[in-house]
């Protein structure tokens, strides 16, 4: 039952880890509002599910959320909010069971939205973001049960890359204040909380709408001195957004900043590239890996990949793999092209056929396979600092933790060390994690 007179409430997200971020605040809204947060599997008197929308698929992923929702909790009042309410809100609200469709500005409202509802209506609250340059006033996820906290510093993209929907559904660049963000930063490193990743649409972008200069070097400078014993990670940034002060940043932050950037390159071609409307080159790539590598020992540098993307021939495949596969890259996220209505790449023509996309993808994972190895392999006799996970490796039962450079390690331990951070030794390479020896706390 709910405690306090509250109302059960449960919550699931699709997608990225903005939408993480803002699912963790929702839940901190209810709590203390109140309610009880209860799992997704049910009963629930309410249940919050924060969609996707970056693909078809991840449409056909949300509308099966739904369901699941309905059915786990019969009767209970369905809330859709995220990227596809914003994108798509009449297909939700004709979906079963949905009392509520709110668009992801309207998610700092939530519960006052949920109460002002009467009758059987399917209210639907969903701004119009193009219109909109204002980011969702949320907070982060406290609770020192976690591990990691993700700290969102910025949302929206200005960039009209052609494969996507994000600048629809997300709005315009827009960032958090200075401030704002050491203030919940110190929150975070107060709770105990060991690990603190910023995270937005568009990264690199931050700070642009607010005419302050240094941009997100200048604010990960600023945030250093509050860190405590915690350290910082930050999320995705274009390879042409990496600049000498950051990279010093992190050089000299002995361990504060993560030796650990994802530079989502997309392709490998120039040509792909033009077609895609990125802001980089492939020379950017093939110049800044290499700095980087010299520059921060053991950095591990990933990347995202997409395969098959309209007008990409054989050769045009062949240079992007040939790229990375030179690169010093510890990892790639391999995705197939996926046509999207309302962008630009899906009316183009020359649209590669789905088996020459799975077979590219086929060929890329393999590479991110062997080279992920060769990085685990590589630190084997390290001794590393790692935040361990809340939860147990299922079949062995050991603690999981995760290095600065983003690098799980199976290790034995006592449940004290759940969600803290420990020190290991590196001695073996592992199929798909490290495995480790506890030599700290």
């Known amino acids: 039952m709910a405690g306090r007179g509250g109302l059960r409430v449960a919550l699931t997200t699709l997608g990225c880890r903005l939408n993480a ?30 969609t996707c929308t970056i693909t078809a698929e991840a449409d056909a992923d949300s509308r099966q959320r739904v369901r699941q929702a309905t059915r786990r909790s019969p009767g209970a009042q369905v809330v859709v909010t995220g990227c596809y309410a914003n994108a798509a809100p009449a297909a939700l609200q004709a979906l079963p069971g949905v009392a509520l469709v709110l668009g992801n500005l309207e998610k700092e409202r939530w519960l006052e939205l949920l109460g002002a509802r009467s009758g059987e209506r399917v209210d639907v ?16 996820d406290n609770d020192p049960r976690r591990s990691r906290a993700l700290l969102k510093i910025q949302d929206g993209c200005d960039y009209r890359c052609t494969f996507c929907v994000v600048p629809a559904v997300r709005g315009r660049s827009v960032s ?64 042409h957004e990496v600049d000498e002060r950051l990279i010093a940043l992190i050089e000299g932050s002995e361990g504060a900043i993560c030796r650990h950037l994802h530079l989502p390159v997309q392709s490998g071609d120039d040509e792909v590239l033009r077609r895609m409307r990125r802001a980089h ?43 990375l596969e030179a690169l010093p890259i510890a990892y790639m996220h391999v995705f197939p092209y996926s046509r999207r209505a309302g962008t630009a790449a899906a ?32 630190m084997v006799g ?24 983003y690098v799980e390690v199976l290790f034995d331990g006592d449940d004290a060390l759940l969600g803290a951070a420990a020190a290991v030794r590196i001695v073996e390479a592992g199929e798909a994690r490290a495995l480790g020896r506890l030599i700290g706390r």
């Open 347 to 378: 009316e183009m023509d020359a649209q590669v056929p789905a088996a020459t996309r799975a077979a590219r993808c086929g060929r890329l994972r393999a590479l991110s396979k062997r080279k992920a190895a060769a990085l685990r392999a590589s």
């Open 125 to 140: 609250v969903v701004s119009d973001l193009t219109r909109h340059r204002r980011m969702a006033r949320l907070r982060p």
């Open 382 to 405: 390290q001794a590393l600092s790692v935040v361990v996970q809340r939860q147990r490796e299922r079949l062995s039962g050991r603690l999981i933790g995760l290095t600065d450079n």
């Open 281 to 323: 080159t492939s020379a950017d790539l093939a110049a800044l890996v290499p700095r980087l590598v010299a520059a921060i020992p053991g950095i591990a540098i990933g990347t995202d990949v997409i395969a098959g993307f309209p007008g990409e021939s054989e050769a045009a495949f062949e240079r992007t793999f040939a790229l």
């Open 176 to 239: 958090l204040p200075r401030s704002t963000i050491a203030a919940q930063l110190e929150e975070l490193v107060a709770a105990g909380l060991p690990e603190v990743v910023l995270t937005g649409a568009h990264l690199g972008t931050y700070g642009r709408d607010l005419g302050e200069r240094g941009g997100l070097a200048a604010l990960v400078e600023g945030l250093l001195p509050r860190l405590g014993g915690a350290r910082l990670r930050l999320g995705s940034l274009d390879p």
């Open 21 to 50: 971020f803002e699912t963790d605040a929702m839940s901190r809204m209810a709590q203390e509002a109140g309610h009880t947060i209860v799992d997704f599997d049910g009963p629930a008197d309410v249940v919050v599910v924060n």
